[in-house]
């Protein structure tokens, strides 16, 4: 029923915990996460056009804020559940497209509609935009999960999602926003005190070996 | 890997919210939720017994207790989301049953499995003891829409769950404990102070009256 | 004033808090910790009931689903507090049952008051079904200073209640139940990673031995 | 065992909360409640030297501070439970009573233990500041009463709680604070905007009615 | 030291609330603030754009996405403290704009203090960005506040909040964004169940009233 | 407008929590941290009497009561913020004298604003009870960071606020209290279970070691 809906729906974004019931030390929203990963999308940005790359500004920041507004419907869920297969995967993201779909036809006006589902599409591909999102959003996964394992947090999916999103990080390695990353951001997170108690140091290293190898 | 895992489960259903970020006054997880349904059930099998039906008490016990065990997997997405069809519905109704077999070959040890499959099967069938869990399961929504509505939160979702939990339980009007619940509880209910100031006795009146005339 | 009064009062459950500011990683109300019961004791129940034991499961049931309902009228004060003799724990305990009695008069209707006479009386016997119920509990706060300690909570509170629920636990060691969680869930437990870290491991034989030693 | 176990102990009472489970818009902690009930008895304290009446103020703010410090031991359970009788009231006051000797024995030092023995005895006397201190704590509760209901909580516990607080205040009506009170103050609360919409300014005039007759 | 303290301040962030202690049904985060603001000015442009007005893209995303990261310094004291002067709010406003300049000289790398100085620069003027910028600020806040209004929040501080955001926003009738909110968005949010129960009609009609009058 | 503003605006201290989104253990509100510093200098001013020292005990009561009153007006801002330099302090605090002046002129009733101009003046100065107030306050500041530090919270502002903290209270020296804290309480501090495990024992000798070397 128009734009009301949609600004409304922006704060239920709020109310929208990732990884409900994990984070025990700070919880993120949806919209916080949306909003880190947008700030970190315009640092790397800037880092690839220092580097000399063109960036499209309007197409970056699009993907980055908007990546996670069809949570909205089914939730966080797309987070590592244990018990779900590759095809269970797959038929909730189906499931939630779908619903984005059934939203922009019954809230959002005619001549917004276009505009609404370019913006709500997927957001990662092999555009420079595309991936510019992709480590956006595993870097802040990535310091979610440190600020838990830092303050103590002994429950394992932390490290489970250090170790992906790390991982997943790598497979940039030639882009210029990584090789930053790894260079100057990596070694002052691992050089936070308390550091050392934990097993990070060794993990980062193994991830980054067993990436280099190839495996 | 074993009942540890099982029991260690147990808690991380005091962490998922129902309806999450929809109730302002009083929250409640799956893991209050399954006592109070539970609870509810074990008057509601209290009653049918004086009214001389035969009740299977360990049947009854085990369909309340467990019957939303299987949230763990996906969460609370089966409460009204607005943009979700039939189809998708059944879809994620699918994805839930086959996570919880997974979880089950490999958590639960071999000579468990047959019980806990049996435990963790849907509850609400034709049967007296499938039919409590179903009203009482339904009993339970109303009250916690109810009180946010007594409360004065204005999301017309609460109205939306409280329509659609008393039809339920009006479709089960034949059953003693409905019946009971008709007559002694639900009056009490709307004779609480403040309830003359909402719209629950128009809307329960017209619920009721669409009910019985088979609408 | 009738059966109203009972539905409400289970969401009272849930806003009751056990050790209350105590627990700093999770929070439990007396409704979860009730839920929690009631599936430990279900398990505890097949466990019996494989070795050849017969189960009453209505009464199993029925003593764990119930037996933390009269926390409602003094809330949780039975938990270990430093100060009390056990004069005072007794006094406390008739205070309780006397304010369970005023309600189960005033609130429950006359056709039901024997019925719930029986449901929220204290469920620990020497029955199979009251030691079960025993143990459950022992167990259930044994997993909820377990998960303090397990990630970091250095109150000693919490190795108090470990130590103290655990050798309750162990006075009850001829059972089948407390059998099979000694051998299959308590090696599982202090396997967990980070546990080798604290002195839970050190404390838990300590607290066997002494058992053995009929200290 | 020292002052150090007395300071820890005042983060205690930051984690105590008055009628637990009952205030939706806003909680107090018996910390923040001593608090205010000491800056409210400070403000009367200063109408009644003002009126020219003689205040010893070290006692006065004593009583205030430490009023409700023996609820580290039982928690917050004076305020109106429904189904104690009075006798079960004073059991329970009783036994606070005893932790408390209980506490000072085993915590304080020799050298400092009259002194806690007479800062936490029972305050509210018939002296200028142990009346002070019955007013200064009902107004503290009327206020968070009045702060409930405003906000549109419907529980009748708040009205019960503001009625039973202004009626107390009422009987001391000789006094200057009083006076002042219910000349200057009371006005004003009920002046707020919203209230008419509330039944207090009924209920108020109804409560000074009956005190004025002597019922 | 680093990009990985500015990557860590986005954290922090997400612990400052506005407004504290003041919505009493949604808490908003700075972070959460930020990513509103940001979503409304990207709806904002796309009408502009429609109506045929040339946006700059990149510098509409930065000054949205920008504009609080500077509360991280003295949080969020801008919104109306009534005992302020208009002087004490500008020593303010410098105290914060100094805070940001230490900032940036301490933890960003010189090679990105430029464009970080550009970043975080004051982003309200009068270009067409900066007036989306304003407009979606205030439409964000009236949002805020409508929702405690909506819900029953009797302060008056969300009345005056309301108040003076829609005053703003209207000063700004002329752009096609504030055309569209006022023809489209703001009888729809009007529209909402319950608002006829409020003051809002009222207001709204009043504030429009003064607007055009000039006042 | 009155008194009843004033005793409103006790309950907005317990909405003001001391360094906003850093404490992840416990907060306090400053309310709270007003309870246990008026407490806190209730204990030292007992051991200056017992040492023979004359107390103004009136004095003591409304310094530390009322010393961080005007928090109210621009929140808890004077704790470390590292890039705020002494001047920007100073600015700050200027600020918040201004408004506190602007509320006791707006809400005070003239009879009583002599009364709170003296009660709301800053509190610290060099007799006895301003010297008492000044060591209360950093006392429960030191137990506020030892209670994050202990339970393994990792934040270097925390080590900063203990060291800082520590080190005025050595600046007392030569006074009773102080005597009897370092001789009494901080070894009971530190010989907590656990404290061996974090930097504390060392940083405290640290810091004593240079405050008796006079750096």
Redesign the interface.
Same mark, same amino acid.
């Given at each position: %029923? *128009?734009?009301?809906?949609?600004? $409304?729906s922006?704060?239920?974004? /709020? =109310?929208?915990?990732r990884c409900?019931?994990?984070f025990?030390?700070?919880e993120? @929203?949806v919209? /916080?996460h @949306?909003?880190?990963v947008? $700030? #970190?999308a $315009?640092?790397f940005g800037?880092v690839e056009e $220092?580097a000399g790359n063109t960036v499209n500004?309007?197409g970056l920041?699009?993907r980055a +804020?908007?990546h996670d507004y069809s949570e909205l419907?089914? *939730?966080d869920?797309k987070t590592p559940?244990?018990?779900?297969?590759t095809e269970?995967r797959e %038929?909730?993201s189906?499931?939630e497209e @779908?619903?984005?779909q059934?939203?922009i036809e019954?809230e959002i006006?005619n001549?917004?509609q276009p #505009?609404y589902r370019h +913006?709500l599409k997927e957001g990662k591909d092999t555009t420079l935009e595309g991936k510019i999102l992709a480590i956006s959003d595993k870097?802040d996964l990535l310091?979610e999960s440190f *600020?838990e394992i830092?303050?103590? =947090?002994?429950e394992?999916i932390f490290v489970e999602i250090y170790s992906e999103a790390l991982a997943t990080i790598y497979e940039y390695r030639d882009m210029e926003s990584v090789k930053?990353f790894l260079r /100057?951001?990596l070694p002052?997170?691992l050089g936070?005190? *308390?550091i050392r108690k934990t097993d990070l140091p060794e993990l980062t290293a193994e991830i980054t070996t067993k990436a280099l190898r190839g495996e």
């Open positions: %029923m *128009g734009i009301h809906q949609y600004f $409304q922006l704060s239920d974004l /709020e =109310n929208i915990y409900p019931g994990k025990k030390y700070q993120h @929203s919209a /916080e @949306s909003f880190k947008t $700030q #970190i $315009q640092f800037n $220092q500004w309007r920041y699009e +804020l908007n419907f089914i *939730g869920i559940v244990k018990y779900a297969t269970l %038929m909730l189906e499931v @779908s619903m984005t059934n939203f019954r006006p001549e917004f #505009i +913006l870097v310091y *600020g830092r303050k103590g =947090n002994p394992n930053y /100057e951001i002052d997170m936070e005190k *308390g």
